[in-house]
Nanobody, 118 residues
Framework: QVQLVESGGGLVQPGGSLRLSCVVS????????MGWYRQASGKERELVAG???????NYADSVKGRFTISRDNAKNTVFLQMNSLKPEDTAVYYC????????????WGRGTQVTVSS
């Protein structure tokens, strides 16, 4: 059974930083494309950042230069370092895993709340 467990969310002031972590089990982590998504209240879920098996990364335009995604295959963990946070970054952040071997399912964590407010 594949499980993704996020942590690191919380309340932070504008301009502050948070580091999200997602620990993955039940799959061959190094053979997964990993991503962070977010969903703000009343909005659709959107991709924030993704990282491939060879560590190629991509980011939403709204977070480029502020957020950094990384992975530690030895610890089955993907990270999202978030700096210079803005109120519009407030959302529930979800970890996503896409195995590159069959079955080609799509797995999600339960999410962690990030609130940026003074």
């Amino acid at each position: 059974q594949v499980q993704l467990v996020e942590s690191g969310g919380g309340l932070v002031q504008p301009g502050g930083s948070l580091r999200l972590s997602c620990v993955v089990s039940g799959t061959i982590f190094r053979r997964n494309i990993m991503g962070w998504y977010r969903q703000a209240s009343g909005k659709e879920r959107e991709l924030v950042a993704g990282i491939t098996m060879d560590r190629s990364v991509n980011y939403a335009d709204s977070v480029k230069g502020r957020f950094t995604i990384s992975r530690d295959n030895a610890k089955n963990t993907v990270f999202l370092q978030m700096n210079s946070l803005k109120p519009e970054d407030t959302a529930v952040y979800y970890c996503n895993a896409r195995p590159t071997y069959p079955p080609l399912n799509n797995y999600w964590g339960r999410g962690t709340q990030v609130t940026v407010s003074s």
